[in-house]
């Protein structure tokens, strides 16, 4: 079954076509990786699926169901969870809190009691469990990226969206997140990637998607992507590109 | 860990208990009128926290609830002669009713926009209850003597309202700690943190808000009744004043918004210095401005008030400050 179908999907922002006609079926257990430069609509998309911004065409369907303009509280508790690219941490609450918000009203609408459990379990497993009892106000960049990601797993969803989880980590946070990832794919959990570091989303996704201007303009393996013309043109207009992000994998 | 062990919430609710008792077991009346304003204080400002505090929704107006709360309370009363039971009952379902239909229109402004909305809403109830005939107009409505009759005359009717207040004072108290530690409060809390967010992760924020909205306003209601039946009249220009508003929002502002205990020692602390005030000769005519100063002192300098200060000062006082 697809966990996800977008089809046809046009979001415009006054004369801005931040989206122009973006259509592919995600099939569950995958990882895509959604790449493209800064302002290709990377984001909108994640918040025209999530609900934030209604498309003005184009459908969505979330495990079947037909989700185009739902609520985000109704997404999330059908079992969808993103991450922001720019952190939203609960800042007065503790970091527990932060994760227990997850998983109350999440897919799994936990009472309070079991969502104390699995916040500390999924605490644990992007391993911020020592700042548990901290308020999420006073963690640092990398650690507020990590809370992000705990908030998203402990509503135990199907699909997650991961916005940019890598920028700004250093070389050891990225390998650290890039593993934690993996395990989340284990777990039967499909994820949708949005990443700049480029050696890391080719190296952990099943297929990507690029975009440019709100276009779709290549879908394919990593390697059919990075060799195709267009992901090059649109890359800085970089030949080597190919070579370089394959050498790097 | 168990929100019934929380230490803080009994202390506090000793606390208050021990405040109330204290002139019924002296048996004077002038300490009961004293006790009686800071008690009412405590279960406003305690109620107004819930969308304040917790949900992070300030609201300027809360005092339209206590107002209309009084006016059903009295029409049912004095008009159709029911009793302050049934009057109390009605005045807590008309004030939720109001914050209902209120919270589907108004609720969806965020910030200083849905702040201006209560305003304008205490505004037009006053406008609306001036011109309304059956409840009176601008003279009000005075409550007929006999009244009190079944409650055993005017001076036992004050001690019972006094005791219908204890009550429901800790009433308050303790429901504000049962929100604060459910699952609601903790929706309400992220709304007030992030609300984008908080939806993003489930939270079905439009109705959270409409029942936090709700929920602090039933008491106002019902202590509208109680507070003019002890009265004996009402007008629109008293019971839709919007300086009792901001006091309230002084007293959470000065205790803590958003802890249990906060609103508590905030109301106490200001219904204090207030008595101090309204009987010093230098200060009587200007309390309010105190109160204005003071709240912008607070905002400028310890926007957490004084429970969230010393929680943050001293965080192993955690558990004893709720
Ligand atoms: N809320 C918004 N209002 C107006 N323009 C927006 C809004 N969100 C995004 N945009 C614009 O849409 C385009 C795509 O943005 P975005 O999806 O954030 O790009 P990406 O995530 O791929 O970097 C950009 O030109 C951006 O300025
Ligand atoms: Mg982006």
Redesign the pocket.
Known sequence: MNVLQVSGVCKR??G?H?LSNVTFDMPEGQILGLI?P????????FNVIDGVYPPEQGQVFFRGQDVTGAKPYRLARLGLARTH?IVRPLNDLSVRENVMVGACFGRQGLGLHEAAKTADEVLAFVRLEARAAQLAGSLNVAQKKRLEMARALAARPYLLLLDEVLAGLNPSEITAMVEIIRAIRAQGVSVII?EHVMHAVMNVSDRLIV?DY?QQIAEGTPQEVSANPRVIEAYLGDPKLAERLLAST | MNPWRHPGLWITLALTLGLGLWPVVLQKAALRETIFTILLSVALASSLNIILGYAGYISFGHVVFFGLGGYVGLYLMNTLGLSLWVALLAGGLAAALLAFLLGKAILRLRGAYFALATIGVNEAMRAFINNFAPFGGATGISLNFKVYQAYGGAANALWLVYTILLVTTLAMILISHIVKNSKFGLGLMAIREDEDAAEVMGVITPNAKTWAYVLSAVLPGMLGVLFYFKNGNIEPGDAFRLSSSIELLVMIMLGGAGTVLGPVIGAAGYQALRGFLLTNALFKNIQLSVAGILLLLIILFIPVGAVGWLRRRFPALRRLLP
């Open positions: 922002f006054g801005l931040a493209g800064n302002g290709a609509g990377k984001t909108t998309l690219q949005i975009l709100g």
